[in-house]
């Protein structure tokens, strides 16, 4: 038996599996949660991650490990390796402005040519900026700056806190707004017109090397660690995706995803020209606002999720014109930061639980049907769905999800697929280091 390790640590929580690579079973699991807010400190990360890993039964006997990770954010680090503010996460919204201000130095052609994609206010390179200009004493002991998945893989390394040998990965790297996919390389003039000078940048591992090992106090036999990847791509890894099939993933935010053998652009810059965790491109597109809508909704009606869910298949296809535009916190796609929900088409005949249930899941649901159009229209193949995160176990979402995309639904079985491709990256690792040994 040989047993690898996949870590999917989310926004919310840090999720393990333990998986057999003979059987392809999952063995052990382990979980531990996360403080919640759009800043944390990095300490919490580390203290969840190794919570999870006992929980999973510890690394002793583990050949490998990959750590999966919420994409974007922002790890600022001093000369010592320590942070020197709680990191930034993804859904932290204050650098919208500072997004903008990139796409004007650059202009919009500019910037697509250098990174693959627009920034938006989730990107690493706007929140750097943001600091910058409203946190100048701090941004002026910032030595280095990873990922969030970037620093939990560097703690587990022999190597902590020398802070020149941080990793990471192309997946994870092609979200930071600072990094080009086709030639893998970093761009300093970015990074110059976010901080204002150079600063150290984590090394891009491909997916076979070893990045590292973990240090010898957490696993006596020291096994190698995997580069990691962003969240996205780890889930494409672990439901197999292939060109042909659009991922769609119902968590804390929406993503819209496929992979392709070249990079993905549309004039608008709606797609994030991403690198997937296997050497090939991951076009995607976000939306804020996926799960929470259907949990706020439920909330607000006083119901749980399976009366939610009977409430919303009562109603008609439509809800009777009751439209809901579910920008609770903003939205990423289209990218209107300070935007807040709306709701529509509200009358005596309208104005009903049933409807209001319906037409939060429609309106969730709307969102990814455009970003699947998107992508379609941009050339990427959609001959199907395959529907996935925390919000596709939803029987509302589920049929009324294949009503509205116009590809055939795909719903697989709830598994925690981030954690599991993690695990087959680092089975890649393990067995390309058996293949290269003598």
Known sequence: MSLVMGVDSSTQSCKVVVRDIETDLVVRTGFASHPPGTEVDPEAWWEALIEAIASA???????????????????????DGQPVRPALL???TRSSLEAVDIVERFGKRGILERTGSLPVAATTSTKLLWI???????????????LPHDYLSWRLSSSYPNIDALFTDRSDASGTGYFNPETNHYDEEIIDLCIGRQIFLPRVVDDVSAADRVRVELAPH????????????AAARGIGLAPGALGVSLGTSGTVFGISESPHR???????????????????????????????GASLLGVDLDAFAKLALAAPSGAAGLIFTPYLEGERTPNLPDATATLEGVSLTSGSRKNFARACVEGMLRNLVSAAKIMENSGVSVERIVLIGGASTNPAVQQIAQEMFSAPVEIIAPGEYVALGASRQAEHVYRSAQTDSP
């Open 90 to 92: 993804w859904n932290d």
């Open 132 to 146: 910058a200009r409203n946190e100048p004493q701090i941004a002026s002991r910032i030595t280095a700056v990873c």
């Open 222 to 233: 020291e096994p190698p660690i995997a580069a990691g990847m962003g969240d996205n791509a």
């Open 57 to 79: 039964g510890g690394m002793a006997d583990v050949v490998a490990i990959s750590i999966a990770g919420q994409q974007h954010g922002l790890v600022a680090l001093d000369v």
């Open 266 to 296: 549309d004039r608008d810059g709606y797609i994030s020209g991403f690198a997937s965790g296997d050497g090939r491109y991951l076009p995607l597109v976000c939306t804020l606002n996926a799960a929470r809508v259907i949990t706020w």
